[in-house]
C-alpha cells in the first residue's frame, strides 16, 4: 500500500519516473542500421520462398473460343447448343512437387463490389430453421424466386456461380518418345475453410430453386447435396477483395516433371465476355508464404536498403555538419 | 410594472410565486427533450446525427448503422449523464436551502416553516447568523435605534458589515405589534439591482396613520445574505425564489469556448468541405462508371429501370463512407482528457496554499488550454498583488517620523515615550485615530475586543491605536463612544459621520466631549483631500514630504486632521446636513456640499502610513510571466501614486533610465486625447530600446473609450505593462473586453466583489481566495490561494494542457483520416461503388476504442519538464503564437495520414494479392496495419514515457489481438476465424513489420532531421536537458542557451499580432 500511495502520488503530481528519449544521432543512426540489417535477410528469405514456389497460368478466356465465332464471344458463350469443350495443353518448365493446387482465375470480376458482396445472407446458408423466416432482403434481386419463395441460397453472390470445370490429363515425357496420356485427379475436397464446412454452411441445408429463375447467372448447385458438402460454393462465396483473383478449383497429389505436358479439358461456359474479363487456370505448388509472390522479398529487400542508405546519409550528414553544442548555440 | 405586497394578509398569496429557490436547468420531465436539443445545437452532433440518419437507409450504408448510432449513443449518453448528475447535485443543494426552517410570524403568531413556504407579504422572524431566505423589508430589529448588520458577501463580494435601517413608518412598534401590522408595499417588479430599491410603504390603521414612506436599499435584507451582531430582526418578503435580486442577478455563466477548441472547429469544417468535394468527385465518377462499366457486369443485375434518385445512391454511399473523417470519438476525447487537466490542477501539492489550507481548484473544466496560450493578464492589485493585510507601519506626527528606523511605529521608543508622557499632540492624534471610523467594537464574552469594520485601512488604525493604548472599547446605540486611554476613561458623543466617498476621498464624524461638551471634528482622508482644507498658515509643505516620501514606500498614506467647533456653528449646520440628508433629488452632491463646508480650516494632525504588503512571490512571479512573454496589467481601484509604487515593487514596471512611464492624463479631455496620442507615438519608436508602461485612471479610460477607442486598442495592443488605477468593476471589464475583441487570450485574476465582472468577461477567470470574500473564487474558473501559483498553473498545467490537447485533437484526425484514405483507395478498385473494406465491428472499434485509449496516453506527457519550463519562461511563446495547433501542424498530420493510407493498402493488397485476395482477411491486414502504425505513431510523437503511457500503448496492441481473435470464434460473423487464420500465417507478421519500417521510417527520418538541423525552441530545451543530465552546465551556457532560445522565438514575438493566424513554417525561418 506504500507503493500505491507512491504511485498514486506520483501519479496525481504528475512526477511519475519518466524515460525521456530524444531523436538525436545516436539513437537514429542505430535503428536505421538495425532495420536494415534485419530486413536484407528476410527480404532475400521471402525471395527465394517465393522463387521455389512454381506455377502455370494459362489464359484460356479468348484461346477457347472458336475463331468463326471471336466478333461475337457473349452469343458464343450464351449459346447453349454449342459444345464449348476446349483443351489446352500446358508446359511444365520446373518440376513440381505435390501437392500441386489448381486455381481458376478470374480478371476484372468485382467481387467486391458494393452490389454484389453483400448480397448473400449467412443465416440462411447455416441454419435449415433459419430458410423461411430469415430476413433475406440484402440478397435482392436473387432473394426469391416466383411464388415468393425465397431461394437457398439467396444473392447474386451464389447465383453467379463460377462453372467453368477442368478435367486434367499429364503426358509425361518417356525417354526414348511419347507416351501414353495419363489421367490426373482433381481433389476438389478440402479446398474450403474447415469452419466454413463445419459452422458456416449447414449439414441440413439443401439449396431450393436455386437458378431456376429466368436468367441463369453461373453454376447449379446439385439440390440433393447439404450445403456443407458443396465445397466449390464456399469458395466463391468467400467474396475476393480485388478485382482479379484466385480461387481455389481443387488439387492434384502428384508430382510433376520438368518438360511435361499437362493436357486440360476446359468446359468453357462461364460468361467473362460481356464485361471483357479474364479467365485463367493455373497450376502453382504452394511455399511457406502461400503462392508465388515475389512483392514481400521486393519490398523487404527495398526497405532495408533504403535504411541502410538513410543511415549512412545521416552519418555523412553527421560527420560534416557535426552536431555540437557550439553548433547548438550559435546558429 | 409595479408590484403591491400586502403584509400579513393570506389573500394575495397566491398571486407570487412562494420561495421555492431552483437553480436546477432541468426536472424529470423535460430532461431528455432539453438536454437532446441542446446537445444537437453544436454542429458536429447535426453531423453526426445526419449521418446516422442517412445510414438507416440500407441502400446507401457501408457498413450497418450501429457504427454511428453506438458511438452516438456512447456519446450523448456521456455527455447527458455528466450534465444529469451536475443538475442533481445543484438539486440536492437547492433542497437543502428550500427545507430550511424559517421562522415566520402569522397573525402574531411564530411558527417554524420550511424556508420554500414563505410567500411574498409574509413576515419572516431572523436570528443572528441567519442566512436571510428571501428578499425582506426591513420593519423590526432588536436595536433600539432600529439597526443591524448584514454581511453581504454573497451578494456582492464585500465583506465589511453593512448597516440596515428600518424604515421611519415602522420606528416606533413593539415586537408584539411586528406580529400583526398589516400595510401594503409598492415595489417594482424583480429586476437583479442590487444596488437600488425604489419603493414606498404605507401601514393600516389601526396602527399608524396611512402616510407614505419612502423605501431605499437600506432598508432591505436581500436573499443570501447573513444577519450579524443583530439578535434579531424581521421583515416583511417582497421578491421570493428566483425573483430575488441574487436570484435575478445569477445568471448562468456562457461557456467559454478556448481558442483551442475554436481552431479544432475550423479545422473540422475544413476537413467537412474536403470531404464534400471528395465526396462530389467520388460520386460523380462512381455514376460515371457505373453508366460504362457497372451495366455490362450482369453478374450485378442492375435493373433496367431505375428509380429517380439512382444518381444520389453512389455520392450519398461516398458521405457515408468518408464521414468518419471527421472523427466521432473526438469531443469525448477531449473532454476526459480535459477532465484530467482540471484533476491535475485540483491535485497539485505544490498550488496547495498551507496558510488558508486551500488547494487549487478548477472550476471550470474545459479550458486549460486557454491557460497555455494567455497574452494578457490583467490583475486586481489588493488582496491579489497584496496580501490585502493593512498594517499600521509609519507615521507622522508633528514634525517627528516615527518607526523610520524600526520599520514599524509601534516599536518606535519615541513613540512609546510620548505616550506614556501624554504629548498632546500624539494624543490627539490617537484619538482621532480611534474615534474617526465607522469601525463597530465587539466585546466578546472574555472581555477580548475585536473591531468590525467597513474597511481594512480602519481596522488597522483602530488597532494600532489600541497597541499604543488608546483603545476604543465601545460604541453604543445612543453614540457614545467609549475609550480607554492608560487606563482612564473618555466618552464621546458621535453626532453625526460625514462618510466617505470616492469623490470626497474622506471622512468626518463630528463628536462631542460629553465630560466638556466640546465640539470636535474629526477627519482623516487622502492628502489631496485635506492639504486644500487646512487652516491658514498650517505648514503643509512638511507634511507633503512625508506623504511623498511614505508613498515612495509603497505604503498607504491618510492624513489625519481635527478642528474645535462652536456650538452655534455646528448646530447651524447640523439643521442644514438635516435637510441635505433628507432631500428627495441630487441628495449625494448636496450633502458632499453641506460636508464640504464643515472640513474647513482643519488642523493637521499628522499623517499614517499603512503597508499593505506583497504577497509573497509576486515579484518574482511577474518577472517570470513577463519574460514569458505574457503582458501584465494591473487594474486598481486605489491612486495612482500608490498604484505605481507597489508597481515597481513587483516588477511590473522598470525604473526610469531602463523603462519609461507613460502617463496619460490632462485636465481637461482633449488634453487626455492629446497625451494618449504621444504616448502612442513614444510606443512606436522607443518600444525596442526601453521597457514602456502607461498608466491612465479611471476618468481618462472613460473619456478615451468614448473618444479614441481606436488609437487606445493601438496602445494596448503595443504595451507591454499598463497601470490603470481608479477603476470601476464596469471599466475592468470594459478593458478586459478591449483586449480581447482585439483577439487577444485574457487571463484576469483577482479576489474581490468588484473583480467578478472582469474575471467572468475575460477568456480565463482566475480568483483569489483570499480575505475579500469567496466571491471571486466562486465566479472564476480557476481558483488558487495565492498570486504566485498563477506561475505554475500557466506555465506548468496551461502549457501541458495545450500541448497534449494540440496532439490528442490533431492525432484523432489523423486516425480518422487514415482509416478514411484507405476505403477511398480501396473504392478505386472495387468499382467505385462504395464497399467498404473493413467491417462494421472494425470499424465502430477502431474509432472508439482501439486508437482512443493509446492517444490518452498523451495526457502524461511532458515535453521538457516542469523546471526547466520554469527556467526558460520563453518557451510559453511557443504555445502563446499556437504553434502546435494550426493549419500547417494540421497539414503535416493530413499527409502523414496519406502517405499512411498508401503504405497500409498498397502493401497490403500486393502482399494479400491472388488466391489469398479474400476480402474479410484483407480488410483484417489493413486494419491491423492501421493499428500498428498508430502504435508508433503514439510512440514517436510521445515525449516522455511512463509506465501507465507504456502499458496503455502497448496494452491496446494486445488487446486488439485478444479481441479480435475472441471475435473470430463467434460463428455468426463474417470475420468467423479469419483472425485464427491469419495469425498462423507468418506473411501476416512478415507484412506487419513491412507496414510498420515503410511507415514509420521516412516519418522518422524527417522528424530527426528537423530535430537536429532545424530544431524548435522546445527540441533545443530537451537537448538541453539530455545534456544537463550527463554534465552540470557550466554557468554561461544558461544565458548563452536562454539567448538562443530568445533568437528563436524572436519571430514568433514579432509576429504576435498575427497569433491567431498561424504560421506557415514551423521554425525560425526567413534568416
Same mark, same amino acid.
Given at each position: 500500500s506504500f507503493l500505491l500511495a507512491y504511485f498514486n502520488h506520483a501519479f496525481t503530481q504528475q512526477q511519475l519516473p519518466a524515460c525521456k528519449p530524444i531523436l538525436a544521432p545516436n539513437m537514429v543512426i542505430p535503428i536505421l542500421v538495425f532495420v536494415g540489417l534485419l530486413f536484407i535477410p528476410i527480404g532475400l528469405a521471402c525471395y527465394a520462398a517465393s522463387n521455389k514456389v512454381f506455377e502455370v497460368v494459362y489464359r484460356y478466356d479468348t484461346k477457347c473460343v472458336p475463331k468463326n465465332m471471336l466478333h461475337n464471344k457473349v452469343g458464343y458463350i450464351q449459346n447453349a447448343s454449342i459444345n464449348k469443350t476446349c483443351t489446352i495443353n500446358l508446359k511444365i518448365p520446373n518440376a513440381m512437387k505435390r501437392p500441386i493446387f489448381i486455381y481458376y482465375q478470374l480478371d476484372r470480376f468485382y467481387q467486391n463490389h458494393r452490389r454484389y458482396a453483400t448480397s448473400f445472407n449467412i443465416a440462411q446458408l447455416s441454419d435449415p430453421k433459419e430458410e423461411a423466416n430469415a430476413d433475406i432482403k440484402d440478397c435482392k434481386p436473387e432473394a426469391y424466386a416466383a411464388k415468393g419463395i425465397p431461394v437457398v441460397p439467396c444473392g447474386l453472390v451464389a447465383w453467379s456461380l463460377f462453372n467453368d470445370t477442368y478435367s486434367f490429363a499429364r503426358r509425361p515425357r518417356r525417354a526414348g518418345g511419347i507416351g501414353g496420356v495419363e489421367a490426373l485427379r482433381v481433389i476438389k475436397s478440402g479446398i474450403s475453410w474447415r469452419s466454413e464446412r463445419e459452422r458456416l454452411f449447414g449439414k441440413h441445408v439443401y439449396p431450393k430453386n436455386f437458378q431456376n429463375g429466368s436468367l441463369v447467372g453461373g453454376g447449379r448447385l446439385d439440390p440433393r447435396k447439404p450445403l456443407s458438402e458443396q465445397e466449390e460454393l464456399m469458395v466463391w462465396m468467400r467474396t475476393a477483395a480485388m478485382p482479379r483473383f484466385r480461387k481455389l478449383y481443387g488439387r492434384v497429389e502428384a508430382d510433376l516433371d520438368a518438360g511435361e505436358t499437362v493436357a486440360v479439358a476446359v468446359r468453357n461456359s462461364y460468361n467473362s465476355y460481356s464485361f471483357e474479363g479474364g479467365k485463367a ?37 553527421c560527420l560534416f555538419f557535426p552536431m555540437t553544442e557550439e553548433h547548438l548555440r550559435l546558429r | 410594472m409595479q408590484r403591491f405586497v400586502y403584509i400579513n394578509d393570506e389573500s394575495c398569496r397566491d398571486s407570487y410565486r412562494d420561495n421555492r429557490v431552483s437553480n436546477t436547468k432541468y426536472t424529470l420531465w423535460n430532461f431528455l427533450p432539453k438536454n437532446l436539443l441542446e446537445q444537437f445545437r453544436r454542429f458536429m452532433n447535426q453531423y453526426f446525427l445526419l449521418i446516422a440518419c442517412l445510414q438507416l437507409w440500407p441502400t446507401i450504408t457501408p457498413v450497418s448503422p450501429a457504427t454511428t448510432w453506438g458511438p452516438l449513443a456512447i456519446i450523448f449518453i456521456v455527455s447527458a449523464s455528466k450534465e444529469a448528475w451536475d443538475d442533481y447535485n445543484r438539486y440536492l443543494s437547492d433542497k437543502k436551502v428550500n427545507e430550511r426552517r424559517i421562522w415566520v410570524v ?12 414563505? =410567500?411574498?407579504?409574509? !413576515? ?12 425582506? +423589508? ?30 421611519? !413608518? $415602522? ?35 389601526p396602527i399608524i396613520d396611512n402616510e407614505k414612506c419612502p423605501l431605499t436599499i437600506n432598508n432591505t435584507l436581500l436573499q443570501s445574505c447573513y444577519l450579524r451582531y443583530t439578535e434579531w430582526a424581521c421583515g416583511v418578503a417582497i421578491y421570493t425564489g428566483n425573483e430575488t435580486k441574487s436570484g435575478m442577478s445569477r445568471g448562468t455563466a456562457e461557456p467559454k469556448l478556448t481558442a483551442a477548441d475554436s481552431m479544432i472547429d475550423k479545422l473540422t469544417v475544413a476537413i467537412f468541405i474536403f470531404q464534400i468535394a471528395v465526396v462530389l468527385l467520388l460520386g460523380l465518377a462512381g455514376n460515371i462508371w457505373k453508366d460504362s462499366h457497372g451495366c455490362k457486369l450482369w453478374y450485378l443485375m442492375y435493373p433496367a429501370e431505375r428509380p429517380w434518385y439512382d444518381f444520389l445512391v453512389i455520392p450519398l454511399r461516398f458521405e457515408l463512407l468518408c464521414s468518419i473523417m471527421i472523427p466521432i470519438s473526438i469531443k469525448v476525447t477531449l473532454d476526459l482528457a480535459k477532465g484530467v487537466y482540471a484533476k491535475f490542477i485540483d491535485c497539485d501539492d505544490q498550488m496547495f496554499d498551507p496558510e488558508t489550507n486551500t488547494p487549487a481548484h478548477s472550476a471550470n473544466t474545459a479550458i486549460s488550454e486557454d491557460l497555455g496560450q494567455v497574452e494578457y493578464i490583467l490583475s486586481d492589485k489588493t488582496g491579489t498583488l497584496t496580501e490585502n493585510r493593512m498594517i499600521f507601519r509609519r507615521c507622522y506626527i508633528s514634525g517627528v517620523l516615527y518607526g523610520d528606523k524600526t520599520g514599524d511605529a509601534l516599536k518606535d521608543a519615541r513613540l512609546l515615550n510620548a ?12 484619538? +482621532?485615530?480611534?474615534? $474617526?471610523?465607522? +469601525? ?24 494600532? &491605536? ?8 465601545s460604541k453604543d446605540s445612543s453614540g457614545i463612544a467609549e475609550i480607554c486611554f492608560n487606563g482612564s476613561k473618555f466618552y464621546y458623543e458621535v453626532l453625526d459621520v460625514l462618510e466617505f466617498t470616492s469623490d470626497r476621498k474622506r471622512m468626518s464624524i463630528v463628536v462631542k466631549e460629553v465630560k466638556s461638551g466640546k465640539f470636535l471634528l474629526l477627519t482623516k482622508g487622502a492628502d489631496e483631500a485635506i492639504f486644500p482644507r487646512s487652516c491658514p498658515g498650517e505648514q503643509t509643505k512638511t507634511y507633503l514630504e512625508a506623504v511623498e516620501m511614505y508613498s515612495h514606500l509603497g505604503l498607504r498614506t491618510l492624513c489625519l486632521g481635527c478642528r474645535d467647533l462652536e456650538e452655534d456653528e455646528y448646530k447651524e449646520w447640523s439643521k442644514k446636513f438635516q435637510d441635505a440628508s433628507c432631500s428627495l433629488d441630487n441628495r449625494e452632491h448636496k450633502i458632499a456640499e453641506v460636508c464640504n463646508s464643515l472640513e474647513q480650516g482643519i488642523h493637521i494632525l499628522g499623517i499614517t502610513a499603512i503597508e499593505d504588503r506583497l504577497q509573497d512571490g509576486v515579484p518574482e512571479t511577474i518577472k517570470l510571466l513577463r ?11 486605489d491612486k495612482q501614486t500608490t498604484a505605481i509604487q507597489i508597481g515597481l515593487l513587483c516588477n511590473l514596471i522598470t525604473p526610469e533610465s531602463k523603462g519609461q512611464l507613460l502617463s496619460i492624463n490632462g485636465k481637461t479631455e482633449d488634453d487626455i486625447l492629446q497625451s494618449l496620442e504621444r504616448a502612442l507615438t513614444i510606443m512606436k519608436t522607443a518600444l525596442e530600446r526601453k521597457d514602456l508602461a502607461f498608466v491612465l485612471d479611471g476618468w481618462a479610460l472613460e473619456i478615451i473609450l468614448k473618444r479614441s477607442l481606436e488609437s487606445f486598442t493601438k496602445l494596448a495592443m503595443m504595451s507591454r505593462t499598463a497601470i490603470c488605477c481608479r477603476m470601476t468593476p464596469l471599466q475592468k471589464a470594459q478593458l478586459v473586453g478591449i483586449l480581447k475583441s482585439s ?33 471571486? &473564487? ?20 496551461? /502549457? ?15 486516425k480518422s483520416l487514415l482509416i478514411c ?45 516542469? &523546471? ?27 499527409? /502523414?495520414?496519406?502517405? =499512411? ?47 501507465p503511457q507504456i502499458t496503455l500503448i502497448w496494452g491496446n496492441f494486445v488487446a486488439f489481438y485478444m479481441i479480435n481473435l475472441i471475435l473470430s470464434a463467434v460463428p455468426t460473423l463474417q470475420m468467423h476465424t479469419v483472425m485464427w487464420h491469419l495469425c498462423n500465417q507468418p506473411s501476416y507478421w512478415i507484412t506487419m513489420a513491412l507496414i510498420v519500417a515503410a511507415g514509420m521510417g521516412p516519418v522518422l527520418a524527417l522528424r530527426y532531421l528537423r530535430n537536429v538541423y532545424r530544431p524548435s525552441a522546445i527540441d533545443v530545451l530537451q537537448q538541453i536537458e539530455q545534456t544537463d543530465g550527463h554534465a552540470q552546465a557550466p554557468g554561461n551556457l544558461e544565458s548563452s542557451t536562454g539567448t538562443y532560445l530568445d533568437y528563436l522565438l524572436t519571430d514568433l514575438r514579432r509576429n504576435k499580432s498575427s497569433i491567431h493566424q498561424p504560421l506557415l513554417s514551423d521554425s525560425a525561418s526567413s534568416r
Open positions: 487456370v493455373v497450376l502453382s505448388t504452394a511455399g511457406p508464404l502461400g503462392g508465388r509472390n515475389a512483392f514481400l522479398g521486393r519490398a523487404y529487400l527495398v526497405t532495408g536498403m533504403a535504411c541502410l542508405v538513410l543511415a549512412l546519409l545521416l552519418t555523412l550528414v | 402569522k397573525d402574531g403568531i411564530r411558527r417554524q416553516i420550511k424556508a420554500r413556504g414563505i =410567500h411574498v407579504g409574509n !413576515i419572516v422572524w431572523l436570528h443572528e447568523n441567519d442566512e436571510i431566505p428571501c428578499d425582506l +423589508v426591513l420593519i423590526g430589529t432588536s436595536d433600539p435605534q432600529g439597526i443591524c448588520y448584514v454581511e453581504t458577501a454573497a451578494l456582492d463580494g464585500e465583506t465589511d458589515l453593512k448597516t440596515r435601517i428600518i424604515p421611519s !413608518i $415602522c420606528a416606533d412598534l413593539s415586537s408584539e405589534q411586528l406580529g400583526k401590522i398589516k400595510g401594503v408595499v409598492e415595489c417594482p417588479n424583480p429586476d437583479n439591482d442590487i444596488r437600488r430599491f425604489d419603493a414606498n410603504m404605507r401601514l393600516f390603521p505616550v506614556s508622557s501624554k504629548d498632546p499632540d500624539v494624543v490627539k492624534f490617537l484619538m +482621532v485615530m480611534a474615534l $474617526c471610523n465607522t +469601525v463597530v467594537p465587539i466585546k466578546s464574552n472574555d472581555g477580548t475586543i475585536s473591531y468590525k469594520a467597513q474597511s481594512q485601512d480602519e481596522e488597522a488604525l483602530v488597532n494600532a &491605536a489600541s497597541n499604543l493604548n488608546m483603545l476604543l472599547t519574460k514569458a512573454g505574457i503582458n501584465v496589467w494591473m487594474l486598481t481601484g483577439g487577444s487570450l485574457t487571463l484576469a485574476i483577482g479576489d474581490g466583489g468588484n473583480d467578478v465582472r472582469m474575471i467572468q468577461e475575460a477568456n480565463v477567470g482566475v480568483g483569489i481566495s483570499g480575505r475579500e470574500g469567496l466571491q471571486a &473564487a466562486r465566479a472564476a474558473d480557476y481558483s488558487i490561494g495565492k498570486f504566485k501559483f498563477l506561475r505554475r498553473l500557466i506555465l506548468v498545467h496551461g /502549457r501541458y494542457s495545450y500541448n497534449r490537447t494540440a496532439f490528442i485533437s490533431q492525432y484523432s484526425f489523423y484514405f484507405i476505403q477511398i483507395l480501396f473504392s478505386f478498385s472495387s468499382g467505385l461503388s462504395g464497399t467498404s473494406i473493413f467491417n462494421s465491428i472494425s470499424l465502430m472499434a477502431y474509432n472508439v476504442f482501439y486508437t482512443s485509449l493509446p492517444v490518452m496516453t498523451i495526457i502524461f506527457d511532458k515535453d521538457i519538464s516542469e &523546471a526547466t519550463v520554469l527556467r526558460y519562461p520563453q518557451i510559453l511563446l511557443y504555445s502563446q503564437a499556437g504553434r502546435l495547433l494550426n493549419r500547417s501542424t494540421f497539414a503535416e498530420w493530413f499527409g /502523414r495520414s496519406l502517405y =499512411h493510407a498508401f503504405v497500409v493498402f498498397l502493401i497490403t493488397i500486393n502482399a494479400y494479392a491472388d488466391e489469398k485476395s479474400d476480402m474479410e482477411e484483407l480488410s483484417m491486414v489493413a486494419l491491423s496495419g492501421c493499428i500498428w502504425l498508430q502504435a508508433f505513431v503514439v510512440t514517436l510523437d510521445t515525449n516522455s514515457f511512463t509506465c
